[in-house]
């Protein structure tokens, strides 16, 4: 759960250890039990990942990336997909037709997430803060994992990560539905900022 180094670093080890799960599915056929198991796994790893992420990863971007509210606003749209489809597959056994749809639908928008953070968002981030605020940033997400959800909650969007996040700004609300997401990934141009919805 907790690795070390910056938050990069930290980040990064998460997405690898999420793939090596999708790959022990992936290498399974449909139907096995411990297609399941190892889907549980992931989703566990993955909650944890998006709390921590959204608590400081993301606040961290919208104050010292240029560009960052875009860039922020995009990846908390990808987690709100990526928890309702592990919401939905909470409910499927690994032999139920739909669980084979959810869970390629989930290895889909995660590895879309993955490669996009690693790509873009990471390197920004690297050439915007010191390595001093890059360590700060690993520390909190560490912290953020081992105190994390385990479980997806769509309906909390953003609630949860703000919940974790005691010295920054909050994450801005953001909703997001799948056909938004279709036509955006289609583009990835930043889109206008949604409309604010009343705090909770
Ligand atoms: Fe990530």
Redesign the pocket.
């Known amino acids: 759960m907790g690795h070390g180094g910056n938050v990069i670093d930290e ?1 990064v080890t ?2 690898r250890e999420v793939e090596e799960l999708f790959g022990k599915i992936e290498a399974l056929p449909p139907g096995h039990k411990d297609r399941k198991v190892y889907a549980d796994q992931a989703v566990i790893e993955l909650v944890r ?2 709390v921590a ?1 959204e608590a400081y ?1 993301y606040p961290a971007v919208r104050e010292h990336v240029p560009g960052g509210d875009a860039l922020a606003d995009r ?1 908390l749209e990808d987690h709100a997909t990526a928890e309702q489809t592990m919401k939905d597959l909470e409910g499927c056994d690994a032999d139920d037709a739909e669980f084979d749809r959810l869970i390629g639908s989930l290895m889909s928008e995660i590895r879309e ?2 490669a996009d ?1 690693e790509r873009n968002l990471f390197p920004k981030l690297r050439a915007a803060c010191s390595t001093e605020e890059l360590d700060r940033l690993g520390e909190k997400v560490r912290q953020a994992k081992k105190t994390a959800p385990t479980r997806p909650h769509p309906a909390a969007r953003n609630g949860l990560g703000a919940a974790f996040c005691h010295d920054g700004p909050r994450p801005v609300r953001v909703t997001g539905t799948a056909a938004q997401r279709s036509r955006r990934s289609a583009s990835r141009a930043p889109r206008p900022e949604p409309p604010a919805r009343p705090s909770e």
């Open positions: 980040l998460d997405h990942h998006s992420e990863l990846e997430h993955v953070e």
